[in-house]
């Protein structure tokens, strides 16, 4: 049986034993920088600050739940990847990481493209005068409504999914007068070392055109054969959260050998690979990330030679970072609500969000860092769970971590690292309200994306 087989649900299999979890940290007060944003310090009377403005004055302001993300820290990882892939590739944030107008303007400013992947986004991608022609769209079953959208906005490229989709994209852009530029998106039957739900070139998922089996062979002959479209490259993307860059190599390979086979078909090589993103972060001390520019010196190696083997000419390379951008840049801030021992398991702690600004732990049993943020402490620490105020069991923002035994309500609590995927997966669940996005930076503080009102919650419900 699974550990997640208990017969009375799979929560009360998760009772870690004792000695199970890692020993507690040397000082409770200290901030490991893999885990917390550039800017994040804690002055002399204890009290966490970033960009300047301590985390009281952001609760007093904004309130909590809120997430807080550092600016400054968002432009210099979005420049570091920029450069480090330089003139001779093309760095796209991955937006459904985080997006939001601000975010949009950002990039542009700091000279990334931006991958799509719905409508919604798209849609917000344009509105913050993002240029049509760097962005990428994608998606397993985009709508002939966004497909037209796309194309007729100019989108640089979209990354074709399925047999259906060549057809469909090739249609709309003759219709509307148009060659649109395209990559097949491959499954290329490569294992990442991460979650289920994350992995994405296996092929037994949704997403792509398997290589085994002549199945994205026969989609580049199609492709081909349109006249509404236009093959740039290969696109294939491994998963997420990904540290061991072994996986890449083996898709690189992969990738590379379908290059060859279309030239030698089709006496075309395509002048475009797209390797996707998926590189980790540090969630807890324990994570070891690489910089951007040691992944993009082993990329471009191992992609060259793979070309070099192949004689083939090196084509551009792009890689899609979005986590490895957004998410150190921001923290989520809590209040303590409630503080309940049980003894000989663990301290339970609420907070006055949970699943609904955060579902990644429940989802993914993602690993979180926490730090009380309002004072510093000298108690001793105690096992402790965070978690949320809906009610489902699995309302957990993080598993096991510790914290001063002294913690009480009204306290300050933080959890890094939750600038991806935190706040775009965010719901309503038991209507609670998703929490605002503000932006830090050089002492000032704004509101990019606003806390949600019961308004909001019932101008959707039509009665």
């Not at 007060?29 to 002399?44: C, E, G, H, Q, Y």
């Not at 899609?320 to 663990?346: C, M, N, Q, S």
Request: a negative charge.
């Amino acid at each position: 049986m699974s550990r997640s087989a208990h017969p009375a649900g799979p929560r009360h299999a998760d009772v870690l034993p004792e000695g199970h979890y890692s020993a507690p940290p040397a000082d409770l007060n200290s901030l490991d920088p893999k885990v917390w944003a550039r800017t994040v310090t804690r002055d002399a009377d204890g009290v966490v600050a970033v960009g300047g403005i301590d985390v009281k004055t952001l609760a007093e302001e904004y309130g909590t739940p809120a997430y807080v993300l550092d600016e400054d820290d968002f432009r210099d990882r979005a420049r570091a990847w920029r450069t480090a892939f330089g003139t001779e590739a093309d760095v796209f944030y991955a937006g459904k990481a985080f997006l939001s107008r601000a975010v949009v303007r950002w990039l542009h400013e700091e000279g990334l493209n931006l991958d799509v992947c719905s409508g919604g986004e798209l849609a917000t991608a344009l509105s913050a005068g993002m240029p049509a022609d760097r962005i990428a769209f994608h998606g397993n079953n985009k709508s002939t409504e966004e497909i037209e959208r796309a194309v007729g906005a100019g989108v640089g490229r979209i990354v074709l999914d399925s047999f259906q989709e060549i057809v469909r994209v090739a249609h709309i852009a003759q219709s509307l007068g148009r060659r649109q530029r395209v990559q097949i998106r491959v499954t290329v039957g490569v294992e990442a070392h991460t979650h289920e739900f994350i992995a994405t070139a296996h092929e037994d998922q949704k997403f792509g055109i398997p290589l085994a089996g002549g199945a994205a062979a026969e989609a580049v002959r199609r492709a081909l054969q349109l006249d509404g479209l236009e093959l740039i490259g290969i696109h294939s993307h491994i998963g997420s959260q990904i540290f061991d860059m072994s996986g890449f190599e083996v898709a690189a390979h992969r990738v590379v050998g379908l290059l060859k086979d279309i030239r030698d078909e089709h006496g075309v090589e395509l002048p475009e690979i797209d390797l996707g993103g998926g590189l980790g972060i540090a969630y807890t001390s324990d994570d070891d990330p690489r910089e951007p520019h040691e992944i993009a010196k082993a990329l471009t190696e191992i992609v060259t030679r793979e070309c070099e083997s192949a004689r083939l000419r090196t084509p551009r390379i792009s890689v899609e970072p979005g986590r490895a951008i957004v998410g150190p840049t921001a923290f989520t801030l809590y209040e303590v609500g409630t503080v309940k021992p049980l003894d000989g398991l663990r301290t339970y702690v609420s907070v006055d969000g949970g699943m609904s600004d955060n579902i990644r732990t429940a989802l993914y049993d993602a690993e979180y860092s926490v730090a009380l943020v309002s004072r510093a402490s000298d108690a001793e620490p105690m096992l402790a769970r965070v978690v949320g105020k809906h009610c489902e069991s699995g309302d957990i923002v993080v598993k096991d971590a510790f914290l001063p035994s002294d913690l009480a309500p009204g306290d300050l609590i933080a959890v890094p690292a939750t600038g991806a995927y935190c706040r775009s997966m965010a719901s309503n669940y038991n209507h609670v309200l998703r929490p605002p996005v503000v932006a830090v930076r050089e002492g000032a503080a704004r509101v990019i994306v606003r806390r949600e009102t019961e308004e909001d919650l019932l101008r959707l419900d039509v009665g």
